[in-house]
């Protein structure tokens, strides 16, 4: 069913809506009028959405969030029920990136990571799942990646999150769907957004292996957006946009063991580093 006949009110909340593909749903839905609470810790960055937003004709709300805090997460909810009404649908999307060998990955960074990009779609799932049962009422997209799919060498932290969101999302899909609340997980593989500016990893060439992928990313994120809410509307359970995600999640689903095999060549060979023009000796 179309999104803007299921929910006329037309209330959305996305977190990391100050850029990225964050911001590239955020005028999507802006250009179908939505009404958009944008929950984003860089208030720069959060107030030039929202000037985009009204200048696309559609009302923006801008709510200082820090995804790591669950206090935050609430008190953005609570800024949407008392500005809006209510919520319809809420993007649980703010994330960051990183690689490196499991042991290498400094016990700092794995919390880093565990707080931004698993944690807060806890956080936010928890804060609004309570007003959508209410209200009897309402859509969960949670942003994760195709690296929660799939799971390439290198990035154990960054998988390991996605992967989490992913399982947090398919258990939502059943136990929500009685109170006809839908819930949807979009896995994007690269697409060129900011992500980089916060990547973190032990190895230099881990940041070059990913400038690399981000580098050959085939679709804008425009078109990944587009992508997104096009497959809610449809209802759909997992939203891979791109040909590489759908295929390598294909093959690790119906041939695992050839797929891990042919991985384990691939990465023992070094093609992926000489396809990134990357030198796998670098450190």
């Not at 709510?63 to 206090?71: L, N, P, R, Y």
């Not at 400094?106 to 049962?133: F, H």
């Not at 799919?149 to 999150?161: D, I, Q, R």
């Amino acid at each position: 069913m179309d999104l803007n006949k299921r929910f006329p009110q037309k209330r959305i909340i996305i977190t990391g809506a100050g850029s990225g593909l964050g911001k590239a749903l955020a005028l999507e839905f802006a250009k179908m009028k939505w009404n958009v609470v944008i929950a984003e810790i860089n208030d720069s960055r959060a107030q030039e959405t929202a000037d985009e937003i009204k200048a696309l004709g559609a009302k923006a709300i801008v709510s200082h969030c820090d995804v790591t805090k669950s206090a935050d997460l609430e008190k953005t909810v609570e800024t949407a029920k008392k500005e809006l009404g209510g919520v319809d649908i809420m993007i649980n999307n703010a994330g960051v990136s990183a690689g490196g060998y499991m042991e290498k990955i400094s016990l700092e960074d794995w919390e880093w990571i565990l707080n931004i990009n698993l944690k807060s779609v806890i956080y936010g799932c928890r804060a609004v799942i309570p007003l959508l049962k209410k209200q009897k009422s309402g859509y969960v997209i949670n942003v994760a990646s195709s690296a929660g799919l799939v799971c390439l060498p290198e990035m154990c932290s960054y998988n390991m999150t996605k992967a989490g969101v992913i399982a947090i999302s398919d258990t939502l899909r059943t136990e929500l769907s009685p109170l006809g609340i839908g819930v949807s997980v979009a896995c994007p593989t690269f697409i060129k957004t900011n992500l980089m500016d916060e990547f973190r990893s032990p190895d230099a060439r881990q940041r070059k292996l990913a400038e690399g992928f981000f580098s050959k990313s085939i679709l804008s994120v425009e078109i990944v957006a587009k992508h997104i809410i096009k497959s809610a509307s449809r209802n759909k359970m997992h939203i891979i946009s791109q040909i590489d995600g759908k295929y390598l999640w294909w093959s690790k689903r119906h041939f695992p063991w050839l797929y891990f095999k042919i991985s384990a060549y691939i990465y023992k060979k070094g093609y992926i580093y000489k396809y990134l023009g990357v030198n796998s000796d670098e450190v």
